[in-house]
């Protein structure tokens, strides 16, 4: 257990369907990611935060997806409109800051699953 | 553009020691990382590094030369528990910081 938790676990919808996700990082951790993960392939970076701020989106993040860290605390990734594609394992992680020795530690992940 | 190569696949016996390999382009080299992931399971942090040279922790060692773009995790006493994926990352030097992943190379350690 890295400190970082996500919920749910897994996730299951029907193509349109509209599915959100939560992450909280390690409390003190004012940096945090998103990334997306599909079988046999390693993680691939949607966005990330600086406290509250979303400061980088990758061009994998359609005009489908949003995410908020409104607290600049526990964060939320939306999916609108869900399609077969988006089904993948959505990992988060978190860092202390930006320092260059900083590791970031993923949490379990949400696994979706889009009929 | 980035890009990172490991082997897809590695078997290796119970007790020996195995070298993963991990080659690397990239625009803007801010560290090197190395994880383990359970199928099914977050990754892991292993290790960690931005100057050449080899770092060690444990049974588990890293090794880079940026001037060649070349990293190897090298694992030692192999137990059965070792068996999972192992994902080599660049680090962007960016403001985001954020990691880019190879696909892993899926390790089996046999008795």
């Known amino acids: 257990d890295t400190g970082v938790s996500q919920d749910p676990r897994h996730k299951i919808t029907k193509r349109g369907q509209n599915v959100t996700f939560r992450c909280d990082p390690i409390s003190e951790h004012n940096r945090l990611y998103w990334y997306r993960q599909t079988l046999g392939q390693g993680p691939e970076f949607l966005t990330y935060f600086q406290n509250e701020a979303q400061l980088e989106k990758s061009r994998l993040l359609s005009d489908r997806f949003s995410a908020e860290r409104p607290k600049g605390s526990f964060s939320t990734l939306e999916i609108q409109r869900t399609e077969q594609g988006d089904s993948a394992m959505y990992l988060c992680?978190?860092?202390?800051?930006?320092?260059?020795?900083?590791?970031?530690?993923f949490g379990p992940g949400t696994r979706l699953t889009v009929l | 553009g980035q890009n990172i190569d490991q082997p897809t696949e590695m078997t290796a016996t119970e007790g020996a020691i195995v070298q993963i390999n991990c080659t690397y382009q990239t625009s803007g080299f801010n560290g090197l990382f190395w994880y383990q992931q359970h199928a099914g399971e977050a990754p892991t942090f292993l290790s960690y590094n931005v100057l050449d040279g080899l770092e060690e922790k444990g049974r588990f060692s890293s090794f880079l030369s940026r001037s060649k773009g070349y990293s190897y995790l090298l694992l030692k006493e192999l137990q059965m528990k070792d068996s999972a994926s192992y994902l080599c990352a660049v680090r962007h030097q960016t403001g985001a910081n954020n990691l880019f992943f190879g696909t892993g190379t899926r390790l089996t350690v046999i008795p």
């Open positions: 992680a978190s860092s202390p800051s930006g320092a260059s020795t900083d590791t970031q530690y």
